[in-house]
Nanobody, 122 residues
Framework: QVQLVESGGGSVQAGGSLRLSCAASESRYAMGWFRQAPGKEREGVANIYIRTGNKYYADSVKGRFTISQDNAKNTVYLQMNSLKPEDTAMYYC??????????????????WGQGTQVTVSS
């Protein structure tokens, strides 16, 4: 049983920045950030493999978002810069106890946080 708690969401103007945090009760194989807008499918935003530090990003956020980890705190971060209105969604932190493949497949993650809302206005 892994408990995940997200924080850092909020409302910002287009072009602004937010930093999301995901505090985990214990480390897993990989951690990922997903987002879901009303009426839309949940999509993978970024992923990090805890052991290697390898990172993956959705094409829509490459160059703007950065995922990072603090293993001592069992915490994963998502730095979001140059935010766009289309980034508006509920953002979820997820953990995978085994290798998630492909990384952006939500079904490959077995632990989920409650979500934190990100709203970007134009």
């Amino acid at each position: 049983q892994v408990q995940l708690v997200e924080s850092g969401g909020g409302s910002v103007q287009a072009g602004g920045s937010l930093r999301l945090s995901c505090a985990a009760s214990e480390s897993r194989y990989a951690m990922g950030w997903f987002r879901q807008a009303p009426g839309k499918e949940r999509e993978g935003v970024a992923n990090i493999y805890i052991r290697t530090g390898n990172k993956y990003y959705a094409d829509s956020v490459k160059g703007r978002f950065t995922i990072s980890q603090d293993n001592a705190k069992n915490t994963v971060y998502l730095q979001m810069n140059s935010l766009k209105p289309e980034d508006t969604a509920m953002y979820y932190c997820a953990a995978a106890s085994s290798n998630p493949y492909p990384w952006f497949n939500a079904r490959a993650y077995n632990y989920w946080g409650q979500g934190t809302q990100v709203t970007v206005s134009s």
